[in-house]
């Protein structure tokens, strides 16, 4: 699985929809992360923190305050930090692609200056 493919998950963008709303209704969640509703009764159970409200939700429609697990947080924080870090080898990848083009340049110019005297 690429990360373009997780970025896109949908789990993902639920726990991204959480962080940015604390309050809301499962139909909210659902349309902004594209599960379905027993998709997300399903996951309620391991993304957060329930109380007897969250239980037995009488209407999708419903307004209610949701908090995320410790453990869903610091899993999202994880693939964050994953993210970052494919950026970051990228970037170190192309410098030192980089750094042997000037390297083999500066061989050549001073293979150059040498056996042209």
């Known amino acids: 699985m690429d990360i373009k493919s997780i970025k896109n998950h ?6 991204e929809f959480v962080l940015a709303n604390q309050s809301f209704s499962v139909r909210q969640a659902c349309d ?6 027993d ?5 309620k159970y391991s993304l957060f ?7 037995r939700i009488e209407s ?23 993210k970052h ?6 970037r170190a990848w192309w410098f030192s692609v980089l750094s042997l083009l000037i390297a083999a ?5 001073a293979g ?6």
């Not at 949908?10 to 726990?15: C, D, F, I, T």
């Not at 923190?49 to 239980?55: I, Q, S, T």
């Not at 999708?60 to 994953?82: G, M, N, Q, T």
Request: net charge neutral; hydrophobic share 40%.
């Open 10 to 15: 949908r789990y993902v963008k639920l726990v």
């Open 32 to 37: 902004a992360s594209g599960l379905s509703e």
């Open 39 to 43: 998709e997300f009764s399903g996951a």
């Open 49 to 55: 923190m329930l109380k007897g409200a969250h239980e």
């Open 60 to 82: 999708s429609h419903e307004i209610l305050d949701w908090r995320l697990k410790p453990e869903a947080y610091f899993s999202y924080v994880s693939y964050l930090e994953f």
């Open 85 to 90: 870090s494919l950026a970051t080898s990228r």
């Open 105 to 109: 340049a500066s061989l050549l110019v």
């Open 112 to 117: 150059y200056g040498t056996f042209w005297k």
